[in-house]
């Protein structure tokens, strides 16, 4: 676990090493070439680098391999190389943050690094998170595949019920089906308006109804079968006529019944909808009673609105302005005087 940590770092500087040309990775071949043979001119560190660039490079190329397993033999551009090798951090990252996160917190508690109470709580949060991960993946996996086969399951029923009924027979069915959904998610069933769940169960209506459409559906097979017969016979040309009357009173009853079924539903739904306005009429009811509560005492209450009372600062304004005024207009006068003598 200590050396992956760094497979992040690795799997970026083989990005890097990719997005050269075959040009460029030429001439760093013949770069690492003329090294070696200058090699002993050449500084133990410069070699160290040299080898690490060798193996980087190596590394991007079996990479690059492995992803043209996984892609059927197809050329992958550089463009998906960088999302594969990001994509490839993000999970790692996402795998291993908690022992990483465990790590550094034995340390920063005092534990020696490396020590055995560091990869304890390193790897105890890891399995904690790794086990989370797995549950939750398998309870997200559960309910996809239960609505799958639930999904599969009504598929299947439909289809049966095409090959019992007939076409028009499993639509009358269905329909009759849907009313019966639609009583029971009301909301005058859920608040008991319409009795006890037994009590509009329709179980036995749609029983009812599903053995008129299968017999009718059997005896109309029947019934077209022998209608291809040539020379035909009296007694066999009334029992063909018998059969259609047959067909059509079991295909009357399966109507009826449905079409009673779906004035319950009907029912249902108005009671919901009055139900809806006595709820906006209690709502209404209340906001007027909060708003008579609060403005009522605004209002009337013992802080009424006060008459109006003169402003004692707009009459000292008003009569200085008027004094203002007078003696403006005296002074005129005495001035006008003055020059006619």
Excluded at 43 to 62: E, T, V
Excluded at 142 to 157: G, I, W, Y
Excluded at 182 to 211: K, N, V, Y
């Amino acid at each position: 676990m200590e050396l992956l940590t760094f497979l992040p770092l690795v799997i970026i500087m083989g990005a890097f090493m990719f997005f050269a040309s075959r040009r460029q990775r030429k001439a760093m071949q013949a770069s690492v070439i003329s090294r070696r043979v200058g090699a002993s001119k050449k500084s133990d560190a410069a070699g160290i680098l040299l080898d690490y660039g060798r193996r980087l490079l190596g590394f991007s190329r079996r990479l690059r391999s492995v992803l043209r397993v996984f892609t059927v033999g197809r050329d992958v551009s550089m463009g998906e190389f960088i999302v594969v090798a990001l994509l490839s951090c993000v999970v790692f990252f996402a795998l291993s943050w908690p022992y990483h996160f465990g790590t550094w917190l034995a340390v920063q508690s005092g534990a020696d690094n490396p020590s055995t109470a560091r990869s304890i709580t390193g790897w105890g949060l890891e399995v904690v998170w790794l086990a989370l991960l797995l549950t939750v993946l398998t309870v997200a996996w559960l309910d996809e595949s239960r609505e799958k086969e639930r999904a599969r399951h009504l598929e299947l029923e439909k289809q049966q019920r095409l090959v019992d009924f007939g076409e028009e027979g499993a639509r009358l069915y269905e329909q009759a089906a849907a009313s019966v959904a639609q009583i029971a998610g009301s909301e005058a069933a859920r608040a008991g308006w319409l009795g006890d769940p037994s009590d509009f169960d329709f179980r036995s209506d749609l029983t009812a109804i599903a053995d008129n459409l299968r017999r009718a559906e059997v005896i109309r097979k029947v019934r077209e079968e022998g209608a291809s017969i040539t020379h035909l016979t009296a007694a066999t040309a009334k029992m063909l006529e018998d059969a259609r009357r047959a067909i059509a009173a079991l295909g009357s009853a399966a109507k009826e019944r449905s079409r009673l079924i779906g004035e319950c539903a009907l029912q249902a739904a108005d009671i919901d909808a009055q139900l809806a306005d006595d709820r906006e009429r209690g709502v209404s009811a209340k906001r007027r009673e909060d708003l008579r509560n609060r403005l009522g005492p605004m209002l009337y209450g013992t802080q009424n609105i006060p008459a109006e009372i003169p402003s004692e600062s707009a009459d000292v304004v008003k009569a200085r302005a008027a004094a203002f005024r007078e003696l403006r207009g005296v002074l005129r006068n005495y001035q006008l005087d003055g020059d006619g003598v």
